[in-house]
């Protein structure tokens, strides 16, 4: 891989994975994802998380070769999860003379992953204890639910650098090109997106350091414009819409709910929308419709009524909604029935309970395929969404 500069003493180790079916046994990742490793050089040679089963090897060779034949003196654990920490054990076999530095949760979850012994090697921090390593001091934030129980972010004092843990994270390997906002919006929201409020937290605790450099555990390190980054994820985390627009989705058996979709799609342009987004549930990526549905301010939803209930890709959708704390927003309904359609008063239900969600009372209720009075329907909901 091409070298990644972070500074002269901080060193990129990690490596990209573009062979991985599903990041975290769901999520498509097109692009491959990158799990990032550093290294900081100094009278203490200390290695900032370790990567994936998968890139174990990769990640090694590149260890060995920053090191230049020195040895490890600390490996910081910011977080558990397995694509960052399921070399911890190699680690400490490699280099027994190596302390590890985590929390008290950082610990009980190593003793889950892994049968280690950690006596006399463990460095327990808590909120705002330092550790120096030479010319670099490390300061410790505790970020529980950013996105595991035990996440804490690392500040550098001398150079300034954040390593961020998942914070500022984004879907991609390194050595692909493609814009930031996309793909990190998509992993913020299907992976972190119901921590929000633990996002401000760490947000507010961010604000008080001079940060001049973001290493996060993925994507690439943020060295310029750290403020457009900062912003998104205060828009992100506060659930506040980052555009104006509408994510129109629907769930359709045969085409008739998609027909109808797509028409009130194009009633939303005609009535002025800024942005109209359709996505068809069974058959579009649903991280994508994750995403899209927090990014803009309202959303409708279509879709037929099967087995007596929502048709199972619109209550899918509406799972991973509810889960990610979708609220803030302004929703219309359509639903589709042959016989007996009640789509629309479960998706209704679902929307009732989640936060500060406004529901239109024009619900448009199509029988088989849309006819003239389904259309003057949704003119009536769309002038509804709209206001
Ligand atoms: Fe990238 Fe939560 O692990």
């Known amino acids: 891989m091409k070298e990644i500069k972070i ?25 491959g994802v990158s ?37 490890v003196d600390y490996l910081v654990v910011s977080h558990m999860e397995p694509d960052h920490a399921a070399n911890v054990q190699r680690l400490i076999e490699k280099y027994p003379n190596m302390q590890v ?44 639910m950013v996105h595991w129980p035990e996440v804490m972010v690392t500040y550098e004092q001398s150079e300034k650098v954040l390593f961020s843990a998942d914070g500022f994270g984004k879907f991609g390997a390194l050595d692909v090109e493609d814009e930031w906002t996309c793909e ?57 819409p980052e555009d104006e627009g509408v994510l129109v989705v629907y769930a359709s058996i045969h085409g008739n709910t998609g027909t109808a979709a797509k028409k009130m799609a194009e009633i939303l342009r005609e009535k ?18 994750i995403e899209e549905a927090f990014r803009y301010d309202k959303l409708v939803v279509a879709s037929a009524t099967y087995d007596n209930g929502v048709f199972p890709c619109m209550e899918d959708f509406l799972a991973h909604l509810k889960a990610k704390n979708y609220q803030k927003r302004k929703v219309a309904l359509i639903e589709n029935g042959s016989w007996a359609p009640t789509a629309a008063k479960q998706m209704k239900a679902v929307f009732e309970g989640m936060k500060a969600v406004e529901i239109c009372d024009s619900v448009v209720t199509i029988k ?5 009075d389904n259309i003057r329907s949704m003119e009536k909901a769309a002038d509804e969404l709209m206001v």
Request: hydrophobic letters at 40%.
């Open 35 to 71: 799990y990032n490793s550093y290294v900081i050089l100094d009278e203490k040679v200390t290695v900032m998380d370790t990567v994936d089963a998968r890139a174990t090897e990769e990640w090694l060779a590149n260890l060995e070769n920053v090191l230049d034949g020195r040895t």
């Open 368 to 372: 088989s395929v849309m006819n003239e």
């Open 272 to 289: 002025g929308a800024k942005e109209v987004v359709v996505m068809d549930l069974a058959r579009d990526d649903m991280s994508e419709a």
């Open 184 to 240: 990190a919006r998509r992993y913020y929201f299907n992976i972190v997106g119901k921590y929000g409020v633990q996002v401000q937290n760490l947000l507010k605790k961010a604000a008080t350091l001079d940060i001049q450099i973001i290493c996060p555990l993925h994507g690439p390190v943020l060295k310029e414009d750290l403020a457009y980054y900062i912003e998104k994820y205060n828009i992100w985390s506060s659930y506040n």
């Open 101 to 144: 530095v985590g929390n008290v949760k950082t610990f009980n979850m190593i003793s889950q992953f892994f049968a280690v012994d950690l006596e006399g090697k463990k460095v327990v921090v808590k909120e705002g204890d330092t550790l120096n390593i030479g010319s670099h001091t490390l300061q410790f934030f505790m970020a529980p």
């Open 7 to 31: 500074t002269d003493t901080i060193k990129y180790i990690g490596a990209n994975d573009k062979t991985l079916d599903l990041f975290e046994s769901q999520y498509v990742i097109p692009n």
